[in-house]
């Protein structure tokens, strides 16, 4: 490992110098643990629900993935439709714009309605969330052809599905890839969101009974769950995308 | 079939006009010219003139407003892949080696198009030959970022030659190379040509580069863009880079200079 200063050493550092103020502020200002309970409470907390936080973890992580899963199917094919046509592009736009602009926790009550509260609204409510940023970074990449490149190739007699196979869709792999990261968040965003509205289980919906519960440590374990789980999902897609497009990294890589 | 120094394209009278309407733009006007087999012609201006319009009506990019415009006696209605493009932006597929950006056009033309995937070795090295043929063999399978500016135009010539194509146009495809990359892909060019005897079609703001590698060096005026002057190069072949010091040389450059923007 060459950069393990930077990418291993100095993030722990970090996260550990963070905790250990966190405990330290607790102690210090002796903040009753209703209110702030130390790291090291949440810890014993993670321990002691270990069996529920688990469930509820795989709960999330599944609705969470489903709707990432669909999200990126939709959101390929949309991409692709409106990075092609400007016709698509002009009709679509505008109503995808609106869309995106509707917080998506006003869409979760509808969700219920339709599908009863659940498993359902949860992945519903993901990918919805995350497929906007997917559809717009593969028509961008898509869109961004370079016009010299595609005289070259019409030249040649090639038809627009020769282009876009050949040039657009690799070209907008990169956009695609990275836009994965941001989806995989919004994703799972979108998934706790719902949980918290109404849901049988679930990460969001742990933390709520803990919480009407007073068990201020359990919601603290499980806010502590979702950073691990979206740091673990975000980690995933990163290392996907550099798998994928490593020629889009080439600053870092092989040069 | 049409044979070494017959005619190949004929531009009679053509005009090409942008848009429609009120907002309709002339980009050429009225072009008469003749481009004989295994020519070499340079097409020279100022910015905007039109050099670049031409390039894509020969190409069928663009059909023409007026005027009629043939290649081997067929009139021109649609891209014909006799054709092969370099631009000033080198613009290979990142995602590919080099060997596999000058492979790209065997994958549009017929009957390359057909036969590439079951003979991809022998295409391969047809591609590889040709990469060495202009100094890139040691570095087929090297991707466009590991190359220089220079090694990447070289590419991109190599792809525009791929198929056999019978008119290679290369619009300002050194524009973008510090002088002395700029001379050694003259010499590349001016032996590209010599050797396979392609038909080739140079659009340059560059006049030296003109004369150098031309047989007759066309000079349109602002737009729309008109021929305003045709100059035949009658230095022999082949040229080495030492005549561009000479007299006659710089005579050429000198009389076409001043048919360009009156200062």
């Excluded at chain 1, 836009?179 to 289980?201: D, R």
């Excluded at chain 2, 905007?48 to 894509?56: I, N, P, R, V």
């Excluded at chain 2, 005027?67 to 290979?92: C, D, H, S, W, Y």
């Excluded at chain 2, 597929?93 to 596999?100: F, I, Q, S």
Aim: net charge neutral; glycine share 8%.
């Amino acid at each position: 490992m060459k950069h393990w200063k930077e990418n291993l050493l100095a993030p722990l550092a970090f996260t550990a110098a963070l905790i250990l103020l966190w405990e330290l502020a607790c102690v210090l200002f002796s903040l009753p643990a209703t209110v702030l309970p130390t790291p090291s409470a949440v810890a014993k907390a993670l321990v002691q629900y270990w069996p529920a936080i688990r469930d509820n973890s795989l709960q999330t992580l599944m609705t969470t993935l489903l709707g990432f899963g669909l999200a990126i199917v939709f959101g390929l094919v949309l991409g692709v439709a409106i990075g092609w046509s400007k016709l698509i592009y002009g009709a679509l736009y505008p109503v995808m714009i609106a869309f995106n602009a509707v917080p998506k926790v006003a869409v979760v009550p509808i969700l219920i309605i339709w599908f009863g509260i659940g498993t359902i609204p949860a992945i519903f409510t993901a990918f919805l969330i995350s497929f906007f940023p997917i559809v717009v970074n593969v028509a961008t990449g898509l869109a961004t052809t370079e016009p010299e490149l595609q005289d070259v190739l019409r030249a040649l007699g090639a038809s627009k599905l020769d282009v876009v196979r050949k040039v657009g869709i690799p070209r907008s792999m990169p956009h695609f890839f990275g836009s994965l990261k941001v989806a995989i968040t919004l994703a799972f965003v979108g998934s706790v969101v719902s949980e918290t509205i109404g849901a049988n289980s679930g990460l969001g919906k742990m933390m709520l009974d803990a919480q009407a519960g007073f068990n201020v440590e359990l919601v603290f374990a499980g806010v502590a769950a979702l950073a691990l789980l979206g740091i673990a999902l975000y980690a995933i897609t990163a290392l996907v995308e550099r798998r994928f497009t490593g020629w889009a990294f080439r600053a870092e890589g092989i040069g | 079939m049409v044979n070494a120094g017959d005619p190949l394209v004929v531009l009679d009278h053509v005009s090409m006009t942008y848009g429609h309407g009120q907002q309709a733009v002339k980009a050429v006007d009225d072009l008469t010219l003749t481009i004989r087999k295994g020519e070499f012609i340079a097409v020279v201006g100022p910015s905007g003139c039109g050099k670049s319009s031409m390039m894509k009506l020969i190409s069928g990019l663009k059909p023409t407003s007026e005027g009629r415009l043939t290649i081997e006696g067929k009139a021109v209605t649609g891209p014909i892949n006799k054709v092969g493009m370099a631009f000033q932006a080198a613009n290979l597929l990142p995602w590919r080696t080099a060997v596999d950006n000058v492979l790209l056009p065997l994958e549009i033309v017929e009957p390359h198009r057909s036969r590439i995937g079951r003979e991809k070795a022998a295409y391969r090295d047809k591609a590889r030959a040709l990469l060495a043929s202009v100094g890139l063999g040691g570095f087929t399978e090297k991707f466009p970022w590991q190359l220089s500016g220079g090694m990447q135009q070289r590419t991109s010539i190599c792809r525009a030659l791929i198929h056999e194509p019978e008119i290679l146009m290369l619009d300002e495809p050194f524009g973008a190379l510090d002088a002395f990359t700029r001379e050694e892909l003259w010499c590349m060019t001016r032996d590209i040509h010599q050797s396979r005897g392609v038909t080739a079609m140079l659009v340059t703001h560059d006049l030296r580069e003109a004369v150098f590698l031309a047989d007759t060096v066309y000079v349109m005026s602002d737009r729309p863009g008109k021929i305003i002057k045709v100059q035949h190069v009658d230095l022999p072949r082949p040229r080495d880079l030492e005549i561009t010091y000479e007299k006659p040389f710089q005579d050429l450059v000198h009389e076409l200079r001043s048919h360009i923007g009156k200062h």
